[in-house]
């Protein structure tokens, strides 16, 4: 089974701009979260999508935004990009709304670097 | 605020030793924990987890011990190999009280270098 596909795994922007990450979970999984990993930090929350409804969102600005797809895939976009949005984006699905005894499966994100 | 926190950005360890990779939490809500292994432009994978019912979880040559009084969770890996060699992360996640959802809350990463 393919695992948790995300595009692109490098970007480059300029401040200011937007940008539009992709993410295919894996199948049969319903839920797909999206993390924010900054250098030298652990993975920060940003939203969780099950069954096509946000189901919850961390402490991020209303500048980053998602949605989810009726095949589960998930799209997380950034507006009015900042150099403090530079980071490594991940993404992970599983089955369950719930992380109880259903771990995230996490794909290898893409780093976008905002210049 | 942290409220995970992983005190030590690293640790090294020689080839068949035990490794031991701490974590602190400080939300009392969170009542189950898991931890993640990270290699070099991969993203995380799950390794074990333990439900806060219990205060030991084994799996091969890891074990996860839970100590609620202390708000503290360790990860053994017994005996260290050098492919074990990678990022270790520990998270927590609350799931009771009906608000369960598959936000997970993660410490700061403890770099594990395995050596031959």
């Known amino acids: 089974d393919a695992g948790v596909t995300q595009s692109p795994t490098h970007l480059i922007k300029t401040r200011g701009q937007h940008v539009t990450l992709r993410c295919s979970p894996i199948?049969?999984?319903?839920?797909v979260s999206w993390y924010q990993q900054v250098l030298g930090q652990g993975p920060q929350f940003i939203f969780q999508?099950?069954?096509?409804?946000?189901?919850g969102r961390g402490n991020f600005p209303d500048r980053f935004s998602a949605r989810q797809f009726p095949n589960y895939s998930s799209e997380l976009n950034v507006n009015a990009l900042l150099l403090g949005d530079s980071a490594l984006y991940l993404c992970?699905?599983?089955?369950?709304?719930?992380?109880?005894?259903?771990?995230?499966?996490f794909g290898n994100g893409t780093r976008l670097t905002v210049t | 605020d942290q409220q995970v926190k992983q005190n030590s950005p690293s640790l090294s360890v020689q080839e068949g030793r035990i490794s031991i990779l701490n974590c602190d939490y400080t939300?009392?809500?969170?009542?189950?924990f898991l931890w993640y292994k990270k290699y070099p432009a991969e993203g995380p994978t799950f390794l074990i987890s333990?439900?806060?019912?219990?205060d030991k979880n084994e799996d091969g040559r890891f074990t996860v011990f839970l100590n609620k009084s202390a708000k503290h969770l360790s990860l053994h890996i017994v005996p260290s190999q050098p492919g074990d060699s990678a990022v270790y992360f520990c998270?927590?996640?609350?799931?009771?009280?009906?608000?369960?959802?598959?936000?997970?809350?993660f410490g700061q990463g403890t770099i594990l270098t395995v050596h031959p």
């Open positions: 992970a699905s599983s089955r369950q709304f719930s992380s109880y005894n259903s771990p995230l499966h």
């Open positions: 199948s049969g999984h319903k839920s």
């Open positions: 999508y099950y069954e096509k409804e946000e189901r």
């Open positions: 939300n009392s809500m969170f009542d189950y």
């Open positions: 333990i439900s806060s019912i219990k």
């Open positions: 998270a927590a996640s609350v799931n009771a009280g009906g608000t369960s959802y598959g936000k997970l809350t």
